[in-house]
């Protein structure tokens, strides 16, 4: 097992960093220590290019009165995302701003215009031809405009214990390709500009100065500590920005929103990807208004907050025709083989994913194979019995990444998908799993444990780690794998029905920042 030996270690270290953070929230919160993720890095970029936005991280004043902006319609919205990250996050992100963009919403601009006045454009830009088509594109109708949303693509720097960011524009390349496919432009205006039409100043305002602007930045869990990075100086009088935080996942946030700013961010709109997220928050916020009031007082206020955690799936992209995965030169064959269908033979395969669990999973394979075990090349072991387990890479012993479509094809060969490590999120591997024809087994730590975001049959999902009774069901399922397959026909279904679950969450949302913020503005009732 000498393949496993230092995903092993890197497991040691982040169950104590994970034992720990759990031991610190159940008191209120604390900080994760586990090693950055995929997520928040990308590769390096020339900066000389880039624009230096340098804006500290705001901190938190113990009197900061943060109100919810109820009448501030959002007319533009920015999606925070890491610049040239290619993972689950920043692809949920990109369809996140697909799915504004396709949805086309619209809102209705109040017409203050005067004769000879000069108009501008959504980025405060003087527009000097009033008859131009670029000035016309988004008007559907007089004074009625589609709502937009732009890729932010920053990059973090940190110093000390302050961090600034700076923008990365379209010359410096910082989508990866995979991502052209959606309807994503990148916002290349500084943002944020000094005055725009889509910044009014509201009655929505704070305690330090000004109102709120109508652009919204939706920043990914892992960016909390960054929400306040790009707001200008106080003394430019400018209005500020509204935030939103997606919380694809609750432990990669690492602790970063203090329990304190559940307390006095509340101008902050939470949205929540999975249940367990949605528990996380709610739970974060009850506390919050709990120890900030008493009697009626503190109940109103935690209703009021409540109010403000909107649930945000997103879904496995090539489930949508829209989004279907190129065939690789391996699938092709396949597909040539079996005269057009691209459907893998399946193997007495057991697959897993090395980057988690690897505690668990090396004693179900030391149980399953044998502590004498010969481990190939590739990291994979095979039993005595001849079902073998694979780790989802490349390379030696599997360390490598692989692509999403490589990943795909390793799916479509393998009778079983396990998953022992934290369910950070309602994780993809698990539904692609799924998808391939794999039977999935987990344990219920995390998003496990809510059968809304893994439907999967009781008889897949271990609470307690039973090695005996893990390896008897993985056996089972590779010598009766039709008939469990099956047992996760509903599973399948659910996750085939995401996206049209994301298209009524994004109604929602914008439900929620435009259409009854609209009704506030104009009658003062939500």
């Known amino acids: 097992m000498s393949g496993f030996a230092s995903l ?3 497991f040691k270290e982040t169950t104590q960093a994970a034992a720990a953070a759990s031991s610190s929230s159940s008191n209120g919160g604390g900080s994760n220590k586990r090693t950055r993720t995929s997520f928040e890095q990308s590769s390096s970029i020339q900066p000389h290019h880039q624009h230096q936005l340098g804006q500290k991280q705001t901190k938190i004043s113990p009197k900061s009165n943060y109100c919810y902006p109820s009448s501030a319609p959002v007319k533009t ?8 990250a290619e993972t689950g996050g920043p692809e949920a992100l990109h369809q996140l701003c697909h799915m504004i963009n396709s949805g086309e919403y619209y809102f209705h601009e109040k017409d203050t215009s005067k004769e000879g006045d ?3 454009d959504e980025f405060g830009r003087l527009i000097t031809d009033k008859s131009s088509s670029s000035s016309k594109q988004n008007q559907v109708d007089k004074g009625k405009r589609q709502l937009k949303a732009f890729m932010l693509y920053l990059r973090e720097r940190s110093s000390g214990n302050a961090s600034s960011v700076e923008q990365v524009f379209a010359d410096r390349s910082p989508r990866p390709s995979k991502y052209d ?3 994503a432009p990148i916002a290349e205006h500084q943002f944020p500009s000094h005055l725009s039409p889509s910044s009014d100043s509201t009655s929505g305002s704070l305690s330090n100065n000004g109102g709120y602007s109508s652009d919204l930045v939706i920043w990914p869990e ?3 500590h960054l929400i306040d990075s790009l707001q200008l100086e106080p003394s430019l009088n400018a209005t500020k920005y509204q935030s939103a935080i997606w919380w694809l996942s609750v432990n990669n946030n690492k602790g970063r929103f203090a329990p304190q700013q559940f307390v006095q961010r509340r101008d902050i709109l939470h949205l929540v990807q999975s249940s367990y997220a949605r ?4 739970t974060k916020l009850s506390a919050a208004t709990s120890s900030n009031g008493v009697g009626s007082d503190a109940k109103k206020n935690n209703e009021q907050q409540q109010q403000h955690v909107l649930t945000l799936t997103e879904f496995i992209p090539y489930t949508s025709s829209e989004f279907a995965l190129p065939l690789t030169p391996a699938a092709k064959a396949t597909t040539d083989k079996n005269n057009g269908s691209n459907k893998e033979p399946k193997l007495n395969l057991v697959v897993y994913n090395p980057a988690k669990g690897m505690h668990w999973t090396d004693e179900i394979i030391r149980r399953a194979c044998g502590k004498q075990a010969r481990t190939e090349r590739d990291g994979s072991v095979t039993t005595v019995g001849g079902i073998r387990f694979r780790p989802i890479g490349k390379g030696l012993g599997g360390r490598e990444r692989m692509t999403g479509e490589e990943v795909v094809e390793l799916l479509k060969t393998a009778k079983v998908y396990i998953d022992f490590g934290p369910h950070p999120g309602m994780d993809r591997l698990p539904r692609e799993a799924a998808l391939a024809g794999c039977v999935v087994i987990t344990n219920r730590e995390g998003a496990a444990n809510f059968d809304d975001d893994v439907p999967l049959p009781s008889i897949f999902k271990f609470a307690q780690f039973n090695v005996d009774k893990i390896c ?3 056996k089972e399922c590779c010598t009766k794998h039709d008939e469990y397959a099956k047992k996760l026909e509903k599973y399948r279904a659910w996750i085939l029905d995401q996206r049209v679950q994301m298209k009524a969450c994004v109604d929602g949302m914008i439900n929620d920042v435009v259409k009854k913020r ?4 104009e009658t003062g009732e939500q």
């Open 472 to 474: 008897s069901l993985i």
């Open 8 to 10: 092993l270690s890197q």
């Open 181 to 183: 496919k959606y309807n």
């Open 222 to 224: 892992v960016w909390t």
């Open 518 to 521: 609209i009704v506030f503005e």
């Open 279 to 282: 528990d996380y928050v709610r």
């Open 77 to 84: 919205i920015y999606i925070a995302c890491p610049a040239n």
């Open 118 to 120: 000069e108009a501008h």
